[in-house]
Nanobody, 121 residues
């Protein structure tokens, strides 16, 4: 059983900052990569940022220069530092983890329960 637990969402004014955290726990061999996705009301879920175990990161164009993803492999935790927040960043943010549970078997994707972020203008 693998669980991803997010924290750090909330309400912030435009221009403000928030830091999201997501920790993977349970029985598994290793975390291959982790990332953040978001879903705004009435819209599809979209990628925000991902990071590999080796530290290679990838960002959506809409957040480049404002958001920073990082990870602590010793804690199986990923962070998303969000600066210069805009009202259009308002969404439920979901943590994703691609995790190897068994030797010689494909990795599986796991999702957190989501944490809401609201940016007021």
């Amino acid at each position: 059983q693998v669980q991803l637990v997010e924290s750090g969402g909330g309400l912030v004014q435009a221009g403000g900052s928030l830091r999201l955290s997501c920790a993977a726990s349970g029985s598994f061999l290793s975390v291959v990569n982790m990332g953040w996705y978001r879903q705004a009301p009435g819209k599809q879920r979209e990628l925000v940022a991902t990071i590999t175990r080796g530290g290679i990161s990838n960002y959506a164009d809409s957040v480049k220069g404002r958001f920073t993803i990082s990870s602590d492999n010793t804690k199986n935790t990923v962070y998303l530092q969000m600066n210069s927040l805009k009202p259009e960043d308002t969404a439920v943010y979901y943590c994703n983890g691609r995790i190897a549970q068994y030797v010689s078997r494909p990795e599986n994707d796991f999702w957190g329960q989501g944490t809401p972020v609201t940016v007021s203008s």
